[in-house]
């Protein structure tokens, strides 16, 4: 032992931790190994690995019995909110957080999510568009958010690159933040021992979306967010092309109600669907995990038909930048959810193995687990159609078609309400692709019916960039 450690500047302190907590075995390939890989156990924290593989620390739903459906402010037009939100965005206190550190595992493409096209007509990227809304929003209203798009080991380079590649889509570089979430190790989950990718490499993967709050404080972007004067951070995802971001009337109800952290909410379609639940407990605002619920609780509803925890969550949130310090300093109070997953990995006694069945545990922070932290907090609803259509999976639900038929879909209603009417089969579904660019319009109020009625037009059709219609691809 005592040689292998001198071969690699590894302490003996860290030699230490790790025997003493059963990862021991990793020392075993240091005479090989770089410098990287001792770095790397140097960094483990094999304590908190230990208790996550006991299920200490690990999140846990709050008190079912304390929990009511939370209020939730309905949809619609609200001429004092969007006064309030647009003022925000004119004096620039608005910024932007865009997580892309997934790994997209069910989409199967070896590209970053955001790389994969969806535009109906023009082919536009997820990162286009979302890239597009930004840069409309500055020239809407005459300040572009600053914009933070978090990569992971998985995704740096290649969003990187690819932002590069397209010109920033028009933006300033300057103002598009890049910054990498934090990696987590995967255990074991038989004997809670750390898994190794190759000799000398540890596996690892992003720390979920919740890595967000400790990598935006830690490499002191709220410091510069709040040094800019910004005072509230948007966060999507992006897998969503509909979300509206920066959504002046969804920022005027946060500011107006002094929230400290406000999501939008969908309704659910049913009981059984895979998607968080709002729900209010003691005063605080939780999101459960849909098989969380009991029967009871997920099943009931209200006067009108309703269910009773219809209160879905989008992933769409407004968090205020001094809320968002205080809750990274406490950062600890942001548990780990453990998911049990194939992971192949490499061991001294037999190799490389590729699992057939699920043998690892991964550990991921959730954004949403914040949410318990803030008070005052905020719901408004959004209605499904207008901003939900996560792509997910390669085939079926949330798959490509689907979500570009969402955008299409998105298209005919913006167009309609111009009095642009595009051919619909009997369910009123567009017939062919439709498309609006964001830098055509962010809201349907932004087209202009007499230049649209104007124009002749043809379909599949893309309302261009200049407001014109375009020729598809
Ligand atoms: P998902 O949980 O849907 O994961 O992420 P995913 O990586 O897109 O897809 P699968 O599960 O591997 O198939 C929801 C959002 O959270 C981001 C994703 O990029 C997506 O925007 N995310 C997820 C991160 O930024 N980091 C993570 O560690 C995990």
Same mark, same amino acid.
């Given at each position: 032992?005592?040689?292998?450690?001198?071969?690699?500047?590894?302490?003996?302190? #860290?030699?230490?931790?790790?025997?003493?907590?059963?990862? @021991?075995?990793?020392? +075993? #390939?240091?005479?090989?190994?770089?410098?990287?890989?001792?770095?790397?156990?140097?960094?483990?924290?094999?304590?908190?690995?230990?208790?996550?593989?006991?299920?200490? @620390?690990?999140?846990?739903?709050? /008190?079912?019995?304390?929990?009511?459906?939370?209020?939730?402010?309905?949809?619609?037009?609200?001429?004092?909110?969007?006064?309030? *939100?647009?003022?925000?965005?004119?004096?620039?206190?608005?910024?932007?957080?865009?997580?892309? *550190?997934?790994?997209?595992?069910?989409? *199967?493409?070896?590209?970053?999510?955001?790389?994969?096209?969806?535009?109906?007509?023009?082919?536009?990227?997820?990162?286009?568009?979302?890239?597009?809304?930004?840069?409309?929003?500055? +020239?809407k209203h005459g300040k572009t958010p600053v914009f933070l798009i978090m990569t992971s080991s998985a995704t740096d380079a290649a969003t990187r690159d690819f932002f590069s590649e397209h010109g920033h889509f028009g933006l300033n570089p300057a103002d598009v933040w890049f910054f990498r979430q934090g990696e987590m190790p995967a255990v074991d989950r038989q004997t809670g021992r750390i898994l190794l990718e190759a000799p000398g490499k540890l596996f690892t993967a992003p720390d979920g979306h919740g890595g967000c709050l400790a990598a935006l404080s830690?490499?002191?972007?709220?410091?510069?967010?709040?040094?800019?004067?910004?005072?509230?951070?948007?966060?999507?995802?992006?897998?969503n092309p509909l979300v509206a971001i920066a959504d002046p009337v969804f920022i005027g109800h946060h500011i107006l109600k002094g929230s400290q952290?406000?999501?939008?909410?969908?309704?659910? +379609? /049913?009981?059984?669907?895979?998607l968080g639940v709002f729900a209010r407990s003691r005063g605080r605002c939780h999101i459960v995990e849909y098989s969380d619920l009991p029967a009871a609780m997920g099943t009931a509803t209200a006067a009108d038909g309703s269910l009773l925890f219809g209160a879905g969550n989008p992933a769409i949130h407004l968090f205020s930048v001094p809320f968002?310090?205080?809750?990274?300093?406490?950062?600890?109070?942001?548990?780990?959810?453990?998911?049990?997953?194939?992971?192949?990995?490499?061991?001294?006694? #037999?190799?490389?193995?590729?699992?057939?069945?699920?043998?690892?545990?991964?550990?991921e922070k959730f954004m949403f687990d914040v949410l318990p932290h803030a008070d005052p907090w905020l719901l408004v609803e959004t209605p499904r159609e207008d901003e939900f259509a996560p792509l997910k999976n390669a085939q079926g639900a949330d798959s490509p078609q689907e979500v570009r038929a969402a955008l299409s879909r998105l298209a005919a209603r913006w167009l309609a309400a111009a009095g642009i009417r595009v051919p619909v089969d009997p369910a009123?579904?567009?017939?062919?692709?439709?498309?609006?660019?964001?830098?055509?319009a962010l809201e349907p109020n932004d087209l202009n019916p007499e230049r649209l009625r104007r124009t002749d037009w043809s379909i599949p059709l893309h309302v261009g960039p200049d407001g014109n219609w375009k020729e598809p691809r």
């Open positions: 032992m005592e040689t292998l450690i001198m071969s690699v500047p590894l302490s003996p302190q #860290c030699a230490s931790r790790l025997t003493a907590h059963g990862q @021991g075995h990793l020392l +075993r #390939c240091l005479a090989g190994a770089g410098p990287d890989y001792a770095e790397s156990l140097e960094s483990l924290d094999p304590a908190l690995l230990a208790s996550l593989f006991k299920g200490e @620390g690990l999140a846990s739903p709050p /008190d079912l019995t304390s929990l009511e459906p939370p209020p939730v402010v309905p949809a619609g037009a609200n001429a004092a909110a969007r006064a309030a *939100g647009e003022r925000a965005l004119r004096a620039g206190q608005v910024a932007v957080v865009l997580v892309a *550190g997934g790994q997209g595992t069910r989409l *199967g493409s070896d590209q970053p999510k955001g790389c994969f096209p969806v535009g109906p007509v023009s082919g536009a990227t997820l990162y286009q568009i979302h890239a597009e809304k930004v840069l409309a929003l500055g +020239r830690r490499q002191g972007w709220l410091d510069k967010l709040a040094a800019r004067g910004v005072s509230d951070l948007f966060y999507f995802q992006v897998d952290a406000s999501s939008k909410v969908i309704l659910r +379609r /049913d009981p059984s669907e895979k968002l310090t205080r809750a990274a300093a406490g950062d600890s109070l942001m548990p780990y959810h453990a998911a049990v997953k194939k992971v192949p990995f490499w061991m001294e006694e #037999c190799g490389h193995v590729k699992p057939g069945t699920e043998n690892a545990l991964k550990f009123g579904h567009p017939t062919a692709p439709l498309e609006i660019s964001p830098l055509a």
